[in-house]
């Protein structure tokens, strides 16, 4: 159960930090979950109902925040936890959000592209309820792209009869997305781990778990900075390479053979044995419950920086922590993503479009500010940096909710 994992770690928190009443209440459950029908017609003339989803979970810093996921397991209780760690994360980068998520149980590698062109159209269709560019702003993530994003900006514009980029993020630059943002999630996690490198000496060698966009601009950035990439993996297999792949090289094999295992050489491994390798830094950029109770005490890594959300368990945490192995947590590590969001929605607002630079320049002093702060968190309550990352959030969502002063 990911949502009972969720509110673990804020159970967790809670002891560190005295919350006003009306935020424990207002954090325990969605402020709105949504479950809908989505029937679509296949190429072949049938028709097929697909369940979406849209969890809006809390909304007192700002408008509703967070992507939608194109996955076969895609269940309400994933969804909840999603777009509560949202919440948790846009308080932790500190930008005007609040945090929502969405989703479909689909696998989204069976459609045609014209039938997931229906299907994305049929989900803002249905979610155009609850979704605004004022109320509640999706964006990409596991499985979904700026090609789903255009769709359904332009399925909501017609709704709406207007032109409305700002109702969603991670769009085609064509239709008012943002430079930058493509790599964003990446983007972010490579300053925190180049911050915490600064704080101790972890050394270089690497192994990514999830070679989708988070994983693979990670694998970009770490490899220009002198790291050596040792292993990599996606939903087919993992690839183990002593003298770490090149870069360029890896990209060509995984784009023409769809898988990174395909890379000449390699000593191939399975899905959890690439958690389990002797490494400096794990990075995990796949899916939730990765690193649980039951293989957290044969990690070898020293630090790890989560690029998927919920990829360790509480188990594992307690687990790790005792180890001794430095966590990056996804709340903070995978920040990137919805900060560049953020700054493409007031882009949308504002009709005035920045340079990639600029773009950068503003995500690196947010990510390397925040960091900072959660760093100082964990040092001065000797917290791991997880619980220091959600002290830092709930302190300021507990701000919020106070001077809102619900009712
Ligand atoms: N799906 C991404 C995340 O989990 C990005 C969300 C956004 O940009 O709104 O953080």
Sequence with gaps: MVFEN?????????KHIELAQETEETLKNPKEAFIFSIPVRMDDGSLKVFMGHRVRFND???????????????????????AFWMAIKCAVINIPYG???????VDPRQLSKTELERLSRGWMRAACRIVGPDRDIPAPDVYTNAQVMAWMMDEYSVLAGKYSPAVITGKPLSLGGSLGRSYATAQGGYYCTREAAKKNEYGKTVAIQGFGNAGSHMARLLSADGYKVIAVSDSKGGAYLEEGFDFDKLMEVKGREKRVDAFPGVKKLDHKEILELDCDILVLAALENQVTEENAERIKAKMI????????????????????????????????????????????????????????????????KEFETT?????EKEIDMRTAAYVLALGRIDEATKDKALY
């Design 99 to 105: 945090g929502g998520k969405g989703g479909i149980t």
């Design 375 to 379: 760093f100082s968190i964990h040092r």
């Design 60 to 82: 007192a810093r700002g408008p509703t925040k967070g992507g939608i996921r194109y996955h076969p397991r895609v269940n309400i209780d994933e969804v909840k936890a999603l």
């Design 305 to 368: 920086v989560e690029l998927a959300n919920g990829p360790t368990t509480p188990e594992a945490d307690d687990i790790l922590h005792k180890k001794g192995v430095f966590i990056i947590p996804d709340i903070l590590a995978n920040a990137g993503g919805v900060c560049v969001s953020y700054f493409e929605w007031v882009q949308n607002k504002y009709g005035f479009y920045w340079k990639e630079d600029e773009v950068n320049a503003r995500l690196e002093e947010k990510m390397v």
């Design 6 to 14: 969720a509110q673990k770690q804020l159970e967790k928190a809670k």
